[in-house]
T-cell receptor
Framework: KQEVTQIPAALSVPEGENLVLNCSFT??????LQWFRQDPGKGLTSLLL?????REQTSGRLNASLDKSSGRSTLYIAASQPGDSATYLC????????FGGGTRLMVKP | EPEVTQTPSHQVTQMGQEVILRCVPI?????FYWYRQILGQKVEFLVS????????KSEIFDDQFSVERPDGSNFTLKIRSTKLEDSAMYFC?????????????FGPGTRLTVL
């Protein structure tokens, strides 16, 4: 059974910092890994999909890396802004999407 | 940009009542899913649907739950006799071919409150 863990569970930083959010998974036989953003009480917005054959995927200030062999992915957020405050979730498909518990990010002005 | 839509945004019901949650997936997608998120907990998979039948379901998806694609656009989740523990946010998602390992796009969710 696939288990997905995200560290840290919560993070509070001042505006402008570069951040690294971590995601680990127990079964490395994955097709891809997806990162989502969730605002309080809202749905999930897909940020990045990184295929198993890729090592990195970038979108604007976001960069996701994937190391299948070690069962890890990181989401790097450059020059964080207050508007980045949200919960960030990673998920891997293993017959269905299996989600981590998320990292709740607060960026203070 | 096409998006998944869900109605209603909030549903309040009495324990034991039936509810139907509705979703309109993105039009050229072929794979459809329901997930739920109990307050403060992880997002959990319920069921996936392809080619007019269930392709996978979790142990949460028991006989009280059913899904249907009644026409070419809607995808519904029915809970036959709601329990207090069914209170959660329910998300619909869809993905294009070739399958569940493709990117999934989520709707805004329906918050179900069972009293």
């Amino acid at each position: 059974k696939q288990e997905v863990t995200q560290i840290p569970a919560a993070l509070s930083v001042p505006e402008g910092e570069n951040l690294v959010l971590n995601c680990s998974f127990t079964d490395s036989a994955i097709y891809n890994l997806q990162w989502f953003r969730q605002d309080p009480g809202k749905g999930l917005t897909s940020l990045l999909l990184i295929q198993s054959s890729q090592r990195e995927q970038t979108s604007g200030r976001l960069n996701a890396s994937l190391d299948k062999s070690s069962g890890r992915s990181t989401l790097y957020i450059a020059a964080s802004q207050p508007g980045d405050s949200a919960t960030y979730l990673c998920a891997v498909p293993f017959n269905m999407l299996t989600f981590g518990g998320g990292t709740r990010l607060m960026v203070k002005p | 940009e096409p998006e998944v839509t869900q109605t209603p945004s909030h549903q309040v019901t009495q324990m034991g009542q039936e509810v139907i949650l509705r979703c309109v997936p993105i039009s050229n997608h072929l794979y459809f899913y329901w997930y739920r998120q109990i307050l403060g907990q992880k997002v959990e998979f319920l069921v996936s649907f392809y080619n007019n039948e269930i392709s996978e379901k979790s142990e949460i998806f028991d006989d009280q739950f059913s899904v249907e694609r009644p026409d070419g656009s809607n995808f519904t989740l029915k809970i036959r006799s709601t329990k207090l523990e069914d209170s959660a946010m329910y998300f619909c998602a869809s993905s294009p071919p070739p399958g569940y390992y493709n990117e999934q796009f989520f709707g805004p969710g329906t918050r179900l409150t069972v009293l």
